[in-house]
């Protein structure tokens, strides 16, 4: 069995989308979402400096489009599950067919504007806390008023904040962390600093018409496998505001009998984890088109095609 999955935001870096969109078709597609969202897509995707694509306003719609076109470069194929971290959770319901391109598009443009009013609020960052004892940690975190928002399993938790609080955080690690590493986002996202946000995205979801999941559809909120399409935009919505539980995904992908899991483009981020917390579980990360036979021939022996 094999999991499609979708990395969040911060898997972005310079031209990522340019070797993609040598693919046929693939340049006209990502110019007809330009269009349909008011975002230069291509532009960002090839041309963009760091600084342009860590806004992020940017850099969701970029992840979200960058995901849909490398999986459709696949082909026809049938992963036993779908998820995606934060942002890629709404790459996941377009892999699952909750929502069309456009409107997944449309969706995570909006999520982007709003939580990017939201981040400029207050300063806010987050850091990543790599080892040390995951309850440890995160009653440490709420002593220093963080919030643990993505905890990533694999020894992973990150923190998000104030700048104040995230400094405090650098000079007063939890026991057995071994680093700090502050992450190259633009605000505390799922957390209440983005509550502001939650309100924009409820009214921008209840012009949607999503559709049950044709896969099963596996959530951050607590690695859940729901099958309304409904209570899948319910949950994306929610979800900005909220820890992301990506150790609980995977604790699902193990329950499901997950022998392989698949990160679509810009992948690595997911692969890395996933290396650590399902051992002998066979990954993939598309980073290139070069990476596309390679994972098809996985997808071919795990998932069918």
């Given at each position: 069995m094999l999991v499609l999955v979708a990395p969040g935001q911060g898997a972005q870096t310079p031209g990522f989308l340019t070797p993609w969109l040598?693919?046929?078709g693939a340049a006209d597609r990502v110019a007809a979402w330009s269009d349909a969202i008011g975002l230069d897509l291509l532009h960002y995707g090839t041309q963009a400096d760091a600084d342009a694509i860590r806004d992020t306003a940017v850099a969701q719609p970029l992840l979200v489009a960058a995901g849909i076109l490398s999986a459709a470069a696949l082909g026809d194929i049938n992963p036993g599950a779908v998820a995606g971290h934060s942002v890629g959770e709404i790459t996941a319901a377009a892999f699952a067919g909750v929502l069309d391109d456009t409107a997944a598009l449309g969706l995570v443009r909006k999520r982007g504007l709003a939580m990017a009013d939201a981040a400029a609020v207050t300063e806010t960052g987050m850091a990543a806390l790599l080892g040390g004892d995951p309850e440890t940690s995160v009653a440490h975190l709420e002593k220093l008023g963080l919030t643990p928002a993505n905890i990533n399993g694999a020894g992973q938790?990150?923190?998000?904040?104030?700048?104040?609080?995230?400094?405090?955080?650098?000079?007063?690690?939890?026991?057995?962390?071994?680093?700090?590493?502050?992450l190259k986002v633009a605000g505390a996202f799922h957390t209440r600093h983005m509550a502001p946000a939650v309100e924009t995205l409820a009214t921008a979801a209840a012009a949607l018409s999503p559709a049950d999941p044709k896969i099963p559809y596996v959530s951050n909120k607590d690695g859940e496998t729901v099958s309304s399409g409904a209570e899948v935009l319910e949950r994306l919505v929610g979800q900005v505001a909220n820890p992301v539980r990506w150790d609980l995904c995977m604790e699902t992908f193990k329950e499901l009998g997950v022998t392989a899991l698949v990160e679509v483009c810009p992948g690595g981020t997911l692969t890395g984890l996933a290396k650590r917390a399902l051992p002998g579980v066979a990954t993939l990360a598309l980073k290139t088109p070069d990476d596309l036979d390679a994972a098809r021939a996985l997808l071919a022996e795990h998932a069918g095609a």
């Amino acid at each position: 069995m094999l999991v499609l999955v979708a990395p969040g935001q911060g898997a972005q870096t310079p031209g990522f989308l340019t070797p993609w969109l040598e693919l046929p078709g693939a340049a006209d597609r990502v110019a007809a979402w330009s269009d349909a969202i008011g975002l230069d897509l291509l532009h960002y995707g090839t041309q963009a400096d760091a600084d342009a694509i860590r806004d992020t306003a940017v850099a969701q719609p970029l992840l979200v489009a960058a995901g849909i076109l490398s999986a459709a470069a696949l082909g026809d194929i049938n992963p036993g599950a779908v998820a995606g971290h934060s942002v890629g959770e709404i790459t996941a319901a377009a892999f699952a067919g909750v929502l069309d391109d456009t409107a997944a598009l449309g969706l995570v443009r909006k999520r982007g504007l709003a939580m990017a009013d939201a981040a400029a609020v207050t300063e806010t960052g987050m850091a990543a806390l790599l080892g040390g004892d995951p309850e440890t940690s995160v009653a440490h975190l709420e002593k220093l008023g963080l919030t643990p928002a993505n905890i990533n399993g694999a020894g992973q938790i990150v923190a998000a904040g104030t700048l104040e609080q995230l400094a405090a955080l650098a000079e007063d690690k939890p026991e057995g962390v071994r680093k700090v590493i502050p992450l190259k986002v633009a605000g505390a996202f799922h957390t209440r600093h983005m509550a502001p946000a939650v309100e924009t995205l409820a009214t921008a979801a209840a012009a949607l018409s999503p559709a049950d999941p044709k896969i099963p559809y596996v959530s951050n909120k607590d690695g859940e496998t729901v099958s309304s399409g409904a209570e899948v935009l319910e949950r994306l919505v929610g979800q900005v505001a909220n820890p992301v539980r990506w150790d609980l995904c995977m604790e699902t992908f193990k329950e499901l009998g997950v022998t392989a899991l698949v990160e679509v483009c810009p992948g690595g981020t997911l692969t890395g984890l996933a290396k650590r917390a399902l051992p002998g579980v066979a990954t993939l990360a598309l980073k290139t088109p070069d990476d596309l036979d390679a994972a098809r021939a996985l997808l071919a022996e795990h998932a069918g095609a």
